[in-house]
């Protein structure tokens, strides 16, 4: 008997890989000139269209019933004002998955990503690439896919190019996929290598949080830098935190790299998004590691396409959860963060 979502791993491993293949073919050729701003002021690239109708084209192949939760949508690309960046993202498309594909098949791949999620059976939730800001620096940033089903997740994959796959030896090549299907533990493997081998990764041990290595993001936009320094220091920790784009920082707590992820609301009127969680947040879990809101409580997957109920995140390996979530209730209690 297969084992569970055998076939859905391979599937979308595969679409990871190829996926991460656009975005690195297009930071050599084009990330220079061809970034344009969408309303929520983060940068998209060509990159991120490609990347998504690479994704949805491949899941269409293999599970043409499931829908997919993508945070892309092919409006910038329509009509005569995105004729140029259709062109350039079609022909991406059509040498990423070895066949041509017409315009209006890649508009509809892109759209495939437009389903609302929610708690009844089975879907996939895309980030094409997560930390675009990361991308475009020429930092960390991830190809994030998960299956959530029943409200739940059940399998994540992540890849990131630009982490070294060894951290302690950072001179033997860049670029991990991380992946975990629930119930069966976490594992890495070299992305864009012939050798698939996999290496089981678990979450540090560490049991004294004056020890632990915090992360967090690079943009103090979407996680307070201020109160992140404050927690750390009720904890004790001396250590600078480690700032780094994407769900990296989960597969860095994954496999030990840091033992504490701080996501820390910024404003109280942003939801965060189910793709820029689900395949980390089980990354972690499988890995042996916790993750919650700013309250403690589970990251709710079920609501559509946001964590409504959520605020924040906090991923960190076992042994120094409670005193981490202490810590966080101390330093936020009586601080609203603004609406704005
Ligand atoms: N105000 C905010 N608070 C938290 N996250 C935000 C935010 N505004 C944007 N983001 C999200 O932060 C993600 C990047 O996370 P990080 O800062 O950890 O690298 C972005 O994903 P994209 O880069 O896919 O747009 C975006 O969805
Ligand atoms: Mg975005
Ligand atoms: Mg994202
Ligand atoms: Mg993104």
Known sequence: MPAYLEKERAVAIEAVERAARVCTAVFQRLVTDETLTKKDKSPVTVADFGAQAVVNAILERHFPDDPVVGEEDSRDLQGDGGRALREKVVELVGSALDRPMAADEVLRAIDRGQHAGGPAGRHWTLDPIDGTKGFLRGEQFAVCLALVVDGK???????????????????????????????????????????????????????????????????????????????????????????????????????????????????????????????GNIIVREAGGCVADVSGRPLDFSLGRTLSQNAGVIATSAGVFDATMAAVQQTLAGKAPSAS
């Open 153 to 279: 997740v059940r399998l994540g994959v992540v890849g990131c190019p630009n982490l070294p796959y060894d951290m302690s030896r950072p001179a033997e090549g860049r670029g991990v996929l991380a992946v975990a299907v629930e119930g069966q533990g976490a594992f890495q493997r070299r992305l864009g290598a012939s050798d698939a081998a996999e290496q089981r990764i678990r979450a540090s041990g560490v049991a004294d949080p004056r020890d632990a290595a915090v992360c967090e993001s690079v943009e103090a936009g979407h996680s307070s830098h201020s109160d992140s320094a404050q927690i750390a220091q009720l904890l004790g920790i001396s250590k600078q935190p480690v700032r780094m784009d994407s769900q990296c920082k989960y597969v860095a707590v994954a496999r030990g790299d840091a033992d504490i992820y701080l996501r820390l609301p910024v404003s109280s009127s942003y939801a965060e998004k189910i793709w820029d969680h689900a395949a």
